[in-house]
């Protein structure tokens, strides 16, 4: 049976790891290539690199800590954060990204998404979404709006109709993020994950307020989604992944049982 | 020595840093004189059939690749690599492959009903149900849990062929094994320990 999957999201930024990772007994939190062999060792079942370096002359970093995770991890890779040409997408994958996250690019020339799954297959193509509601969200009627950076600029586009034109457009994946939950801790928006998974046939990734165990529940069943990604719950150790997994397993989510570790074949 | 067959598609550096993991060297080339050296030879692959075989043809891979079956080296596909292993896919159009294997390459039906609801691509982590044990699949537990990205399916022809199937629904080979031919749907170079063990069992098959 094909389980749902928990997905760690690391913030990079000059080759380094962002946002107070805290792991005790790690050498070097900072170093997400160490903290993807973390993550590796607990069971994740893929991971997800989001580049925020914001110097045009440090962006090449990003390659350098994909190749170094590539010879250490042997699973799924997602890459996003300032994707904007094939060129860009092409050299991420060469150098060991399973998958790019594409965002702003999208919004500004939706051709690029069609471009970029012609060339390079759709199965490696996430369109990431950050959207708000914009509605009265206790109303029965609610809709979400899509924004780009970092939720600061609204684009006009539903985000229902967006998701469904990103993948006619090719697009493999949604990757959801709630821009009202996100850094909440209160739990993933239910109705707006629920909404975009019912409206496509891809994979949804929920994104954006998980902070305890029983919210990544809710986003599978109330949800719909397929993944979930988390970041904080994980970087400072609230849960590991091996007891989110447990913890799921017992509420009856179809999940991917402990791995034996790489360094064990 | 593994020759890691390289026709501009496909996450080449992923698999050669699986075998390397594990102590088995490798190359990702495309030259036929390398790829008669070498002892085994790995077919990889992402994306489209159709583009994937032009370029397999384009590069002047065709040949080198029937050699190779045919001098009884150890052969392994992967993913849009094990589809083109058979003789046509029906994605975007009708598209011939190799002929090495008897097949066809079929898209996942769409789910009939609202309740019974699953998304396309099959994405994620799915159990193996082993029928017949091939040689790399020594030491891997019956219902291991293996990496799949695929919208499209291969049906074997003979069912002799089938080495493991998964349900995703349909039940589909997700791997196949005819004499020197293993070919896998799943990414072994992305399933963690279980994927290594897969693709370190390749490199000792003799």
């Known amino acids: 049976m094909l389980t749902k999957r928990i997905i760690p999201c690391l913030d990079v930024k000059d080759g380094r790891v962002v946002k107070g990772v805290s792991f005790v007994n790690l050498r070097d939190a900072g170093d997400p290539v160490h903290v993807a062999q ?39 890779l997602t890459v996003g954060g300032g994707i904007r040409t094939l060129e860009d997408i092409r050299r991420l994958l060469e150098a060991g990204a399973d998958k790019v996250s594409i965002n702003t690019a999208a919004v500004q020339e939706p051709a690029f998404v069609k471009a970029a799954a012609t060339r390079f297959g759709s199965q490696c193509i996430v369109v990431a979404i950050d959207a708000k509601c914009v509605s009265s969200c206790d109303g029965d009627v609610q809709e979400w709006e899509v924004f780009t950076h970092g939720g600061r600029n609204a684009t006009g586009l539903d985000a229902v109709c967006w998701a469904q034109r990103m993948m006619d457009f090719g697009a493999g994946e949604i990757l959801l993020t709630s821009m009202d939950q996100d850094g909440t801790k209160d739990g993933y ?54 007891q989110a997994k447990s913890f799921l397993s017992e509420q009856g989510i179809p999940m991917r049982p402990g791995t034996i570790p790489v360094s064990m074949v | ?17 699986g075998f390397e993991r594990i102590g088995h060297e490798a190359v990702v080339t495309r030259d036929p004189a390398a790829i008669d050296r070498a002892s085994h030879v790995v077919l990889p692959g992402v994306g489209a059939f159709g583009d994937c075989m032009a370029n397999v043809t384009r ?64 994405m994620g982590w799915n159990t193996i149900h082993i029928e017949k044990p091939a040689p790399p699949l020594q030491n891997i537990d019956p219902e291991s849990y293996v990496y799949f990205v695929h919208s499209y399916y291969v049906e074997p022809a003979a069912q002799e062929l089938v080495s493991t199937r998964t349900d995703y629904g349909v039940s589909f080979a997700s791997s196949v094994w005819k004499d020197n031919i293993f070919a896998t749907q799943f990414h072994p170079e992305k399933s963690q320990a279980v994927g290594l063990q897969v693709l370190k069992n390749f490199g000792e098959w003799q």
């Open chain 1, 38 to 76: 973390v993550y590796d060792g607990e069971g994740a079942d893929e991971l997800c690199f989001l580049d925020i370096t914001a110097s045009h002359e440090k962006r090449d970093t990003i390659l350098d800590v994909v190749v170094r995770t590539a010879e250490q991890v042997f699973m799924p």
């Open chain 1, 189 to 242: 928006d239910l109705p707006l994950t629920a909404a975009i998974s019912d409206a496509v046939t891809i994979p949804v990734i929920a994104s954006g307020g998980a902070g305890t165990l029983p919210h990544l529940y809710e986003a599978f069943t109330l949800g719909k989604a397929d993944a979930v990604l988390a970041a904080s719950i994980f970087h400072f150790q609230t849960y590991s992944i091996g």
């Open chain 2, 1 to 17: 020595m593994i020759a890691i067959l390289d026709y501009g598609m496909g996450n080449l550096r992923s698999v050669q840093k």
């Open chain 2, 59 to 122: 590069f002047g891979l065709v040949d080198p690749i029937h050699r190779a079956i045919q001098a009884g080296k150890p052969f392994l596909g992967i993913c849009v690599g094990f589809q083109l292993l058979f003789t046509e896919s029906e994605e975007f159009g009708s598209h011939k492959g190799l002929g090495l294997l008897p097949g066809k390459v079929k898209a996942i039906p769409l789910p009939k009903d609202v309740a019974a609801s699953y998304k396309i691509p099959h």
